[in-house]
């Protein structure tokens, strides 16, 4: 007994080919596309933009997290300075732009 499902026309066998070279020419035009330089440059920047924008976020809630660790020790909960910790802290801000100034007066003189 021989199978018959396996027996094609030459019309079946011809539009097959012509399926499968469309779709050949699909996929080397879509190889053609990702390996063209303008593309690997744009998903080069693409790549960098993104690096960027996540490491600048990262920075920004690094330094929101700082600012908001430094008012909570400068403020109260109510919102009231803490003058306990202000005064000293302003003083040593003082005192370091006093020794800078001092410091850059005897460089130039």
């Known amino acids: ?3 018959t499902s396996d027996i094609r026309t030459p019309a079946q066998i011809e ?4 399926r499968r070279r469309e779709t050949l020419a ?3 035009d879509e190889i053609g596309v990702r390996v063209h330089p303008k593309t ?3 998903d080069a920047k693409a ?3 993104a690096s960027v924008d996540n490491s600048l976020g990262r920075v920004y809630v690094g330094a929101n997290r700082i600012i908001s660790d430094v008012k909570g020790q400068l403020v109260r909960e109510d919102g009231a300075p803490r003058l306990e ?3 000293p802290v ?3 801000a003082v005192g370091l732009v006093g020794l800078m100034t001092v ?3 005897r460089r130039k003189g």
């Open 47 to 49: 790549k960098v933009v």
């Open 1 to 3: 007994m021989s199978d």
């Open 90 to 92: 302003a003083l040593v």
């Open 103 to 105: 410091s850059s007066r």
């Open 40 to 42: 690997i440059v744009g």
């Open 26 to 28: 699909e996929t080397l």
């Open 15 to 18: 539009a097959d080919i012509k």
């Open 85 to 87: 910790r202000i005064v």
